[in-house]
Protein backbone atom coordinates (compact mmCIF):
# COMPACT_ATOMS: atom_id res chain seq x y z
CA UNK A 1 0.00 0.00 0.00
CA UNK A 2 2.71 2.46 0.93
CA UNK A 3 4.60 1.87 -1.82
CA UNK A 4 1.95 2.53 -4.16
CA UNK A 5 1.09 5.66 -2.52
CA UNK A 6 4.66 6.74 -3.32
CA UNK A 7 4.90 5.18 -6.94
CA UNK A 8 1.44 7.27 -7.60
CA UNK A 9 3.23 10.19 -6.08
CA UNK A 10 6.55 9.70 -8.13
CA UNK A 11 4.40 9.27 -11.45
CA UNK A 12 2.08 12.58 -11.26
CA UNK A 13 5.21 14.45 -9.73
CA UNK A 14 7.37 13.51 -12.24
CA UNK A 15 4.35 14.15 -15.23
CA UNK A 16 3.42 17.63 -13.65
CA UNK A 17 6.43 19.35 -11.78
CA UNK A 18 9.38 17.92 -13.60
CA UNK A 19 8.37 19.86 -16.74
CA UNK A 20 8.33 23.20 -15.00
CA UNK A 21 11.81 22.35 -13.48
CA UNK A 22 13.19 21.28 -17.21
CA UNK A 23 12.15 24.67 -18.46
CA UNK A 24 12.63 26.73 -15.63
CA UNK A 25 16.22 25.12 -16.10
CA UNK A 26 16.83 25.41 -19.98
CA UNK A 27 14.45 27.41 -21.44
CA UNK A 28 15.70 30.85 -19.35
CA UNK A 29 13.31 33.97 -20.25
CA UNK A 30 11.04 31.85 -22.38
CA UNK A 31 10.62 29.05 -19.17
CA UNK A 32 6.84 29.58 -18.62
CA UNK A 33 5.68 29.24 -21.99
CA UNK A 34 8.19 26.21 -22.52
CA UNK A 35 6.56 24.42 -19.18
CA UNK A 36 2.96 25.17 -20.74
CA UNK A 37 3.53 23.54 -23.37
CA UNK A 38 5.77 20.79 -21.80
CA UNK A 39 2.23 19.92 -19.88
CA UNK A 40 0.28 20.43 -22.88
CA UNK A 41 2.02 17.33 -24.18
CA UNK A 42 0.32 15.23 -21.81
CA UNK A 43 -2.54 15.36 -24.32
CA UNK A 44 -0.49 12.03 -25.65
CA UNK A 45 -2.45 10.10 -23.05
CA UNK A 46 -5.50 10.58 -25.35
CA UNK A 47 -4.27 7.54 -27.14
CA UNK A 48 -5.56 5.70 -23.11
CA UNK A 49 -9.22 6.62 -25.05
CA UNK A 50 -8.99 3.99 -27.79
CA UNK A 51 -7.68 1.17 -25.29
CA UNK A 52 -10.31 -1.34 -23.89
CA UNK A 53 -10.59 -0.90 -20.76
CA UNK A 54 -9.30 2.94 -21.05
CA UNK A 55 -7.73 2.45 -17.66
CA UNK A 56 -5.82 -0.32 -16.70
CA UNK A 57 -3.42 0.68 -13.47
CA UNK A 58 -1.62 -2.46 -14.15
CA UNK A 59 -1.02 -1.67 -17.90
CA UNK A 60 2.12 -0.59 -18.85
CA UNK A 61 1.49 2.54 -21.68
CA UNK A 62 4.78 2.05 -22.93
CA UNK A 63 4.66 -0.01 -26.47
CA UNK A 64 0.72 -0.38 -26.08
CA UNK A 65 -0.47 2.82 -26.68
CA UNK A 66 0.28 4.25 -30.42
CA UNK A 67 1.75 7.90 -29.40
CA UNK A 68 3.61 5.51 -26.02
CA UNK A 69 5.53 3.73 -29.15
CA UNK A 70 8.94 3.35 -30.49
CA UNK A 71 7.73 5.21 -33.38
CA UNK A 72 6.96 7.50 -31.66
CA UNK A 73 10.00 8.19 -29.60
CA UNK A 74 11.52 8.23 -32.85
CA UNK A 75 9.44 11.22 -34.20
CA UNK A 76 10.04 12.86 -30.95
CA UNK A 77 13.09 12.84 -31.56
CA UNK A 78 13.35 13.89 -34.58
CA UNK A 79 11.03 16.92 -33.83
CA UNK A 80 13.67 17.97 -31.37
CA UNK A 81 15.98 18.85 -33.98
CA UNK A 82 14.04 21.44 -35.79
CA UNK A 83 15.45 24.93 -34.50
CA UNK A 84 12.89 26.37 -33.04
CA UNK A 85 12.30 26.57 -28.74
CA UNK A 86 8.25 25.67 -28.78
CA UNK A 87 8.90 22.93 -30.81
CA UNK A 88 11.78 21.65 -28.30
CA UNK A 89 9.57 21.57 -25.96
CA UNK A 90 6.81 19.62 -27.28
CA UNK A 91 10.05 17.30 -27.92
CA UNK A 92 11.45 17.27 -24.51
CA UNK A 93 7.76 17.02 -22.95
CA UNK A 94 6.79 13.99 -25.43
CA UNK A 95 10.03 12.30 -24.35
CA UNK A 96 10.16 13.15 -20.72
CA UNK A 97 6.21 11.57 -20.82
CA UNK A 98 7.62 8.06 -21.74
CA UNK A 99 10.56 8.25 -19.78
CA UNK A 100 8.25 8.85 -16.68
CA UNK A 101 6.17 6.23 -17.74
CA UNK A 102 8.84 3.61 -18.51
CA UNK A 103 10.25 4.61 -14.81
CA UNK A 104 6.11 3.64 -13.98
CA UNK A 105 6.32 0.39 -15.53
CA UNK A 106 9.46 -0.38 -14.34
CA UNK A 107 8.09 -0.80 -10.72
CA UNK A 108 5.10 -1.68 -11.55
Same mark, same amino acid.
Given at each position: #?????????????????????? *?????? &??? &?????? #?? *?? #??????????????????????????????? *?? *??????????? &?? &?????????????????????
Amino acid at each position: #MAFEIFRNILHYGLHFLAPVLI *AYLFWG &KNW &KAAALI #ML *AT #MAIDLDHLFADPIFDPNRCSIGFHPLHTVWA *AI *AYAILFLIPSW &KL &KAVAVGCLFHLLTDSIDCSLG
